[in-house]
């Protein structure tokens, strides 16, 4: 039974994962290149997502924990969203796009934090289990990328919102598979905080937990630098196919998950995630220095994506097993919908629109060739931000005294 329900979850982040890849990536070029959106609409339409994100704890607390099992949510949210994508190329101008995108992402932000609580509540050993799970969500990113590129080479055209609204609507239909999740927050005794899901807020309460939720914050405005004006970056110096050789960085994302219970169990969350840190700090200094190293240049360029592997796992999913291990289970929704507000919402509206300033303040007068951005100036900042925050978090987060307990006693 517990193969039956890996493979099934596997197959969920597949899905889930080749929707969100299928756009996001190459978003910025095409809204650039094709739309010509200035960069600071350019930024706002990444914080779409953040937008979603944010609503999306609301919306796990008031019907999926409370009325609906999360599997048949999943399948409204996946069908509804992708008839929203297909609509969406049909959107020209910034005032009719931005809107259609917030909605669309009102429906897709939630399956993260409602897959991630499917999983975690019917894995045997998450800590063991769930990065093993994830990696399907790597290959699903890939394959996302190697479709655009290679198949449809979309990077600059509106058919990218075609290829995910279809992986979309059979991502809902695909989601009646999955085992029964019933809402956990039922009965007369449940107040309307812990439906809204503010019950997770005591966890606040432990200073640790409230140093790692700020470093979450703290690291998603200089994070989402590489999200916004990677693609784009890529393209002014004259890649071809670039989501597939972005697809690059799923690669290694498989590796490290494969990895992560081994780090997890033999280092702890402390230094898993403190490397995690570091690697967005190293990312953003080799693409900084890739600028006027010509000789050097690509191969800095492919060393900053490859590193994905240890930015998103040791710390993205590092994290949501941290936040996991820390909640009980009447509030592990609520947990994982707190830690999806901070990296896909609050986290990240504030990082897309500062990205996006950037972008526009350091956009050229006069472009050089294809080079229309000082693309220094745009990587510069989020690595000594990345600094700023690997020194907060080693000097006030501690490690989690059961995690150390348990190592002690396999020891």
């Avoid at 704890?57 to 069908?79: H, M, Q, T, W």
């Avoid at 929203?84 to 009719?96: A, I, V, Y």
């Avoid at 799923?250 to 033999?266: A, E, K, N, Y």
């Avoid at 919402?345 to 526009?360: D, E, R």
Wanted: hydrophobic content about 55%; proline content about 3%; glycine content about 8%.
């Amino acid at each position: 039974m517990q193969k039956q329900i890996r493979i099934k979850l596997s197959i969920f982040m597949f899905l889930q994962y080749l929707i969100w890849g299928s756009w996001y990536v190459s978003m910025a070029s095409y809204l650039s290149k094709t739309l010509q959106f200035s960069g600071e609409q350019i930024g706002l339409a990444y914080g779409a997502f953040a937008i979603g994100a944010m609503i999306a704890p609301f919306f796990v607390g008031l019907i999926a924990d409370r009325y609906f099992a999360s599997e048949k949510i999943l399948a409204f949210l996946g069908i509804f969203g992708g008839l929203l994508l297909f609509l969406l190329p049909e959107m020209t101008t910034f005032g009719s796009f931005y809107p259609m995108l917030i909605l669309y992402c009102c429906t897709y932000v939630p399956t993260l934090a409602l897959g991630n609580s499917v999983s975690l509540h019917h894995l045997e050993n998450p800590k063991r289990d769930f990065p093993l799970v994830k990696t399907l969500s790597a290959v699903g990113w890939i394959a996302a990328g190697l479709l655009l590129s290679f198949v449809f080479q979309g990077e600059l055209s509106a058919i990218q919102f075609y290829v995910a609204g279809t992986i979309s609507i059979l991502f809902g239909l695909f989601s009646l598979t999955l085992p029964h999740t019933p809402p956990m927050k039922t009965g007369k005794d449940v107040s309307l905080g812990e439906i809204l899901g503010l019950d997770a807020l005591a966890l606040l309460k432990k200073p640790s937990f409230a140093i790692f939720i700020l470093c979450m914050f703290l690291i998603c405005i200089p994070l989402y630098f590489y999200f916004v004006n990677m693609n784009l970056y890529v393209t002014e110096l004259g890649w071809e196919f670039t989501a597939a050789k972005m697809s690059l960085a799923q690669v290694s994302d498989v590796i490290f998950l494969i990895l992560l219970p081994i780090m997890l169990s033999r280092l702890g969350y402390k230094k898993t995630i403190f490397i995690g840190i570091a690697a967005w700090a190293a990312r953003y200094f080799l693409l900084a220095g890739s600028i006027d190293s010509v000789s050097m240049q690509n191969v800095m360029i492919f060393s900053a994506i490859l590193l994905h592997g240890v930015c998103y796992d040791f710390l993205f999913i590092a994290g949501q097993l941290y936040v996991d291990d820390e909640a009980n289970e009447r509030m592990r929704g609520a947990a994982q919908g707190l830690i999806a507000f901070i990296l896909w919402g609050l986290g990240a509206f504030v990082g897309t629109n500062m990205a996006g300033i950037s972008q526009s303040a350091y956009t050229l007068e006069n472009a050089i060739g294809t080079i229309a951005h000082d693309w220094q100036g745009i990587w510069i900042y989020p690595a000594w931000g990345s600094v700023a925050v690997l020194v907060i978090f080693v000097v006030f987060f501690r490690e989690p005294k059961k995690v150390v307990k348990l190592d002690a006693e396999k020891s």
